[in-house]
Antibody, heavy 120, light 108 residues
Framework: QLQLQESGPGLVKPSETLSLTCSVS??????????WGWIRQPPGKGLEWIGS???????YYNPSLKSRVTISVDTSKNQFSLKLSSVTAADTAVYYC????????????WGKGTTVTVSS | SYVLTQPPSVSVAPGRTARITCGGN??????VHWYQQRPGQAPVVVIY???DRPSGIPERFSGSNSGNTATLTISRVEAGDEADYYC???????????FGGGTKLTVL
């Protein structure tokens, strides 16, 4: 059964770059035509899609975050990564990685989420 | 960008029917998915493609989508249904995924 696991620093200083990795296990990563995405949830607030990457490398970013986001994939490690630059306290959130088969299909597999706090 | 609007909260007595709406411009032309999120947990799909139900989700959960409103209906509500619910679509005009603001379902 496919499993996703987020990892990365739980504390990031303001103005620095947040870096997270999602490790994919229990299934084929590089040969499957899926979209892999990052979704976050600030404390007490709703879900916000950050960006996604197709297995071929095409990327899609939330317009409100596009200037600060980079998503990449490393098929040799069965991982994909998120970098969010120039973070502020507003970027404090639980960050989830997830998978969907098509743009119109649901995010059907999620990681457990990792909490990132932006603070000096 | 595309906006999905949900009521912040819905309250219902056990055994009654809860309806959670998701409003958006011509949302009926899009595929709507619904997620249940319990505190401290990742979201779980409860309805996909407007009205399909994943295996393991009770038949009490159903969905519809027409015009400018999609609706998640939970029949015979149980205490265990208390959670936050989110609708979500793919917006082809902006090439992005969009979530509604979420609705907290309270079972009285």
């Amino acid at each position: 059964q496919l499993q996703l696991q987020e990892s990365g620093p739980g504390l990031v200083k303001p103005s620095e770059t947040l870096s997270l990795t999602c490790s994919v296990s229990g299934g084929s990563f590089s040969s499957s035509s899926y979209y892999w995405g990052w979704i976050r949830q600030p404390p007490g607030k709703g879900l916000e899609w950050i960006g996604s990457i197709y297995y071929s490398g095409s990327t899609y970013y939330n317009p409100s975050l596009k200037s600060r986001v980079t998503i990449s994939v490393d098929t040799s490690k069965n991982q994909f990564s998120l970098k969010l630059s120039s973070v502020t306290a507003a970027d404090t959130a639980v960050y989830y990685c997830a998978r969907t088969a098509y743009t119109s299909s649901p995010w059907d597999v999620w990681g457990k989420g990792t909490t990132v706090t932006v603070s000096s | 960008s595309y906006v999905l609007t949900q009521p912040p909260s819905v309250s219902v007595a056990p055994g009654r029917t809860a309806r959670i709406t998701c409003g958006g411009n011509n949302v009926g032309s899009k595929s709507v998915h619904w997620y249940q999120q319990r505190p401290g947990q990742a979201p779980v799909v409860v309805i996909y493609y407007d009205s399909d139900r994943p295996s393991g989700i009770p038949e009490r959960f159903s969905g519809s989508n027409s015009g400018n409103t999609a609706t998640l209906t939970i029949s015979r509500v149980e205490a265990g249904d208390e959670a936050d619910y989110y609708c979500q679509v793919w917006d082809s005009s902006s090439d992005g995924w969009v979530f509604g603001g979420g609705t907290k379902l309270t079972v009285l």
